[in-house]
């Protein structure tokens, strides 16, 4: 398909393929210019977004989650160990993200990528905020034995805000997680899968998630709000808005701007919070919905 | 040509002489196969593969400048960069580490020689393609499920390639109390596949071991093939063979190939009429 597109000031036709890899800025503000952007959406609009439960069998817990074409896998996997002796009674809570090379065009390998981190300490700040986790609810004999919950956050295909996709992964699958049976004796060894005491207790427990933390990332451009911005927008942002909030409940528990060359004024943010609070029963739903 | 000394299939898996694995197959039956293209939007190809358990997702990416370390340039043929990562939940047990260090790198390279016998570097002189690998989860044969993985993935993005690679793995296990033998009326030595009576017992080839029948194993070999040319990129055997017993094994990891072989070709097919 091509269009003819016309350089100001110069006559020149070209394909909009062409024009848009080397006029990246006003290819996108033509678009945006109307109210709408390349993929059709208007500016406030999300990507649709699904969520599959138990998907990895090799791990306690999982969950496979796209929100448009982005596409994150989250593991659980739980193991025993010994607490912090400043916390006898308080569990564990690792959490990795990982960007492997397939996921997008400028992942490398041996290069670790810079927005794994903070997106890992942004879902762990956002599960701690809204108390979704609790790590005195993770103990096993206090001062002996707590679980330490390892979860992994793989990003398997990055078109934009992989942060609300992998915190939308990271719940799921800490709701779809079983916690394996164990047995503490009184010599304080712990064996797995040792008598149940109660015939009637379910071989598996839970992890009690009591909360729903969603996250919603507006990027923001040449002042304008783009809500939900996939990959390439996000390379063409000045910066980006990430605002939290809790689903049970309906309040605010985290807003982070890393920088960017632009300034976001009060009314901005304003709006930022107005559009997680759009999108949040719907992400809330779409996570419900996969343990039906 | 590998595979056309084979018996067909029905005279070999004669039931009354069936041994039957842990999952309830026969020595000679494949895990059920699952192959979709076009699953990672970034990428220029890609691909993912479903051996029953074992899961690999992989992209391809190129032609386009290579990475860093890339600088010596070759004139006339391009490069080929293949980095396969093990997801840390891949494996039961115990959380694995992030970076798998020597492992990942030796599978990286086996998965790098198997398609290089089928890549035509010299159509894109100069440039590199990526092939990047995450194996989700490992339940035997990932090597043969990666490879099969990058050839549909390469395919998808249009990198030019004399043939499809298929992988398959085949391995020596001793018979043990846990595979169950029915022994039937024609006392046929050869129909599981090549039972072995020597010195230390019988044993038994499989074809495509799950991960406890491949940690169990004596001895194994890895085929990377190419269906159509009727050529072996790359031949891996660990443990010890003698010469008939090894040419079974290869013979019967061809025919696993040709399954793969078919099965990435269906997906190919769907995915561009679709």
Redesign the interface.
């Known amino acids: 398909i091509s269009s003819t597109w016309y350089w100001p000031g110069r006559r020149a036709t070209m394909e909009a393929a062409a024009f848009k890899r080397l006029y990246p800025h006003e290819y996108y503000a033509k678009f945006i210019s109307e109210g709408a952007r390349p993929d059709g959406r208007p500016l406030a609009r999300a990507r649709p977004s699904s969520v599959a439960i138990g998907v990895a069998g090799t791990a306690h817990g999982s969950a496979l989650v796209k929100v448009g074409r982005t596409t994150v896998m989250a593991a659980v996997k739980l193991e025993a160990c010994q607490p912090d002796p400043d916390a006898p009674d308080r569990g564990f809570l690792d959490v990795v993200v990982e960007f492997p090379p397939m996921c997008s065009a400028s992942t490398r390998p041996g290069r670790p990528n810079e927005d794994a981190h903070f997106v890992a300490r942004r879902i762990e700040d956002a599960l701690f905020d809204s108390a979704a986790i609790d790590k005195r609810k993770l103990t096993i004999k206090e001062g002996l034995w707590v679980w330490k919950i390892c979860l992994d956050v793989y990003c398997l295909d990055h078109d934009g805000s992989v942060l609300d996709a992998g915190l939308m992964a990271a719940l799921a699958a800490l709701r779809d997680a079983k916690v394996p049976h164990v047995v503490v004796d009184d010599r304080g060894k712990i064996t797995y899968g040792g008598r149940k005491t109660d015939e009637r207790e379910p071989d598996e427990g839970k992890i009690e998630v009591a909360a729903a933390p969603v996250a919603v990332t507006t990027a923001l451009y040449r002042k304008h709000l783009i809500v939900d911005p996939d990959a390439e927008e996000e390379a063409l942002a000045e910066a980006t808005v990430t605002v939290t909030m809790d689903a049970k409940g309906g309040k605010v528990v985290g807003m982070h701007k890393p920088g960017g060359t632009a300034e976001a004024s009060e009314t901005d943010l304003m709006h930022c919070v107005a559009a997680c609070r759009l999108n949040l029963e719907a992400r809330a739903k779409a996570v419900d919905g996969a343990f039906l | 040509r590998l595979g056309d000394s084979r018996p067909p299939q029905d005279a070999r898996s004669d039931p009354t002489m069936t041994l039957s694995r842990e999952d309830g197959r026969s020595a000679e039956q494949m895990r059920p196969i699952f192959v979709k293209t076009g699953?990672?939007?970034?990428?220029a190809g890609?691909a993912y593969v479903e051996l029953d358990?074992t899961k690999v997702?992989?992209?391809v990416?190129g032609p386009?400048q290579g990475?860093?370390g890339t600088d010596k340039v070759e004139f006339d043929r391009g490069r080929l960069d293949v980095?396969v990562?093990l997801?840390?939940?891949?494996?039961?047990g115990?959380?694995g580490k992030?970076a798998q260090g020597d492992a990942e790198r030796e599978f990286s390279s086996m998965v790098h020689r198997a398609l290089s016998g089928a890549v035509m570097t010299e159509t894109f002189p100069k440039t590199t393609v990526?092939v990047?690998?995450?194996v989700?989860?490992?339940?035997g044969s990932e090597l043969c499920a990666t490879i099969a993985a990058a050839s549909a993935a390469l395919c998808e993005a249009g990198v030019a390639m004399r043939d499809l690679i298929s992988a398959c793995t085949v391995t020596r296990n001793r018979r043990t109390t846990t595979t169950t033998e029915v022994p039937g009326g024609g006392a046929d030595g050869g129909a599981d596949g090549g039972a072995e009576g020597g010195a230390d017992g019988p044993n038994a080839l499989l074809l495509d071991p799950a991960r406890g029948e491949a940690a169990a194993a004596e001895a194994g070999v890895t085929l990377a093939y190419m269906c159509r040319l009727g050529e072996a990129s790359q031949v891996v055997a660990t443990g010890t063979w003698d010469g008939e017993s090894l040419d079974d094994a290869v013979q019967l990891a061809a025919s696993g190939c040709a399954r793969v072989d078919a099965a990435l070709r269906e997906a190919l097919r769907s995915s561009v009429s679709a």
Do not use: H, W
């Not at chain 2, 699953?39 to 990428?43: F, G, M, N, T, Y």
């Not at chain 2, 989700?136 to 339940?139: D, S, V």
């Open positions: 699953v990672i939007s970034q990428a890609s358990k997702m992989c992209g990416y386009r990475g860093p980095d990562k997801a840390t939940f891949a494996t039961s115990a959380r992030v990526d990047f690998a995450t989700l989860e490992a339940n």
